[in-house]
Structures are given as structure tokens and as C-alpha cells.
């Protein structure tokens, strides 16, 4: 994992929902490395790109995408 992979967090956990962030959702890494296993990780709006948390995130807990799959799309409101 690296600064600017695109990640999908891939595990729920209280922490995540407290901050906004469900399984599903992707983000941006946002650190160059990790701290304890974890990686810094900004998580916007799909369609608007508006910033919804900047968390740290267990690596185990995130897929690197290359790009968001299509049958990932959230529907558009």
C-alpha cells in the first residue's frame, strides 16, 4: 500500500461507523506509511467528492482497487 492507492474499506468496526465510514466505501490512502498497522485514509462522497472522514484504518481492513469497480457505482440520488 502506498500515499494515493484507492482503497475499499472491506470490514466494519465501530470505530469506522463512528466516523461515518461502512464497509463498502472508498477512500484515498493519505500517509506515506503505516503507523501500527494502520494507514491514514480520507473517504469522500462518491459523486461530489466532498469529505466524509479521515480516519486511520487497520490494513487488514482495506483492498487496493486500481480503480472503483463499476458494480461498486453507489446509485445516484
Same mark, same amino acid.
Given at each position: 500500500?502506498?500515499?494515493?492507492?484507492?482503497? !475499499?474499506? &472491506?470490514?466494519?468496526?465501530? !470505530?469506522?461507523?463512528?466516523?461515518?465510514?461502512?464497509?463498502?466505501?472508498?477512500?484515498?490512502?493519505?500517509?506515506? !506509511?503505516?503507523?501500527?498497522?494502520?494507514?491514514?485514509?480520507?473517504?469522500?462522497?462518491?459523486?461530489?467528492?466532498?469529505? &466524509?472522514?479521515? &480516519?486511520?484504518?487497520?490494513?487488514?481492513?482495506?483492498? &487496493?482497487?486500481?480503480?472503483?469497480?463499476?458494480?461498486?457505482?453507489?446509485?445516484?440520488?
Amino acid at each position: 500500500m502506498k500515499y494515493l492507492d484507492l482503497v !475499499e474499506l &472491506i470490514n466494519d468496526r465501530p !470505530e469506522y461507523e463512528k466516523a461515518g465510514v461502512k464497509k463498502g466505501m472508498f477512500g484515498a490512502v493519505m500517509s506515506e !506509511e503505516s503507523t501500527d498497522g494502520k494507514w491514514q485514509v480520507v473517504f469522500s462522497e462518491f459523486y461530489t467528492g466532498k469529505d &466524509i472522514s479521515d &480516519i486511520s484504518v487497520r490494513e487488514e481492513d482495506l483492498q &487496493i482497487h486500481e480503480f472503483v469497480p463499476l458494480d461498486k457505482y453507489p446509485p445516484k440520488n
